[in-house]
């Protein structure tokens, strides 16, 4: 479970924020998960945009400035979407690894 979630999927808990840093195939378009933290549920649905220019996460339609989630145990469940790019290409056209999608979402 740990393999999946933290090494693949990149999806860790620090205290009480999660962080994301996915190393998904640049072929998928999205997968969805949910996220139980003690009584509550987040529905986490990854997005993976050829157009993004920038990573967004937003928790129950909230845009999260600093791409992480705050883990709460109150409320209902939360609806988290998070957006991604491809990656970035330079100006010799060679493909660059995008830091922005190495998000602070655990």
């Not at 920038?54 to 989630?69: H, S």
Request: with cysteine; aromatic share 8%; proline share 2%.
């Amino acid at each position: 479970y740990l393999l999946l979630t933290e090494s693949f999927l990149g999806l860790r808990q620090r205290g009480n924020k999660l962080k994301f840093s996915t190393c998904i195939p640049r072929e998928w378009e999205s997968f969805k998960m949910q996220y139980r933290h003690k009584t509550i549920f987040y529905h986490i649905t990854v997005v993976q945009k050829q157009d993004a220019i920038e990573t967004t996460v937003t928790d129950n339609g909230i845009l999260q400035d600093d791409k992480t989630i705050t883990l709460k145990d109150e409320g209902a469940d939360h609806i988290v979407e998070i957006i991604i790019g491809p990656g970035k290409t330079d100006n010799a056209g060679e493909k660059i690894k995008n830091r922005e999608n190495e998000l602070n979402f655990l």
